[in-house]
């Protein structure tokens, strides 16, 4: 990280803002072109989960390159100025990577869909074992994390 005043030290500030980010913008390579997609997520036990559908182009992506990286950012702000080169952005981000792998097991498919919801609401949620046959969880075991802000 060149701004090293920037970075986020703090393991519980790191947690923090996965905790309070809203979307996850997920970063997948296909032949060497990249491709980014905001996805909604779940974080327990160094893991980041995704709910996607059975098909798609970041699943058809993910089956051929598992390789991902992805970033969560919260309390953004623009800083206006009265000279153009002046603005700047305040907020706290995360960036991360990791090996992504197609949950199957269902008993793991559930347990992953309750951490995405619990992440977005509370309260406990039960689920149509149908609906869990027809969503496919993507789940990041994440292998590195940096937190960086600008406050």
């Given at each position: 990280m060149r701004r090293i005043d920037k970075k986020i030290t703090s393991r519980a500030e790191i947690e923090d803002v996965i905790k309070r980010g809203r979307v996850c913008h997920l970063g997948l390579c296909d032949k060497g072109i990249p491709y980014v997609v905001p996805v909604n997520y779940g974080y327990a036990a160094g893991c980041l989960y995704v709910h996607s559908a059975m098909e798609g182009k970041k699943i058809e992506i993910l089956r051929g390159n598992n390789l991902v990286c992805f970033n969560?950012?919260?309390?953004?702000?623009?800083?206006?100025?009265?000279?153009a080169c002046s603005w700047t952005t305040r907020y706290r981000s995360v960036m991360?990577?990791?090996?992504?792998?197609?949950?199957?097991?269902?008993?793991?498919?559930?347990?992953?869909?309750?951490l995405i919801i619990s992440h977005y609401s509370s309260g406990e949620h039960q689920f149509d074992p149908g609906m869990v046959?027809?969503?496919?969880?993507?789940?990041?075991?994440?292998?590195?994390?940096t937190g960086k802000k600008s406050v």
């Open positions: 969560i950012y919260v309390d953004e702000c623009i800083v206006e100025s009265d000279t991360g990577n990791g090996k992504a792998y197609l949950v199957e097991d269902p008993v793991e498919k559930r347990k992953a869909l309750r046959d027809r969503v496919l969880i993507v789940k990041v075991m994440v292998d590195e994390l």
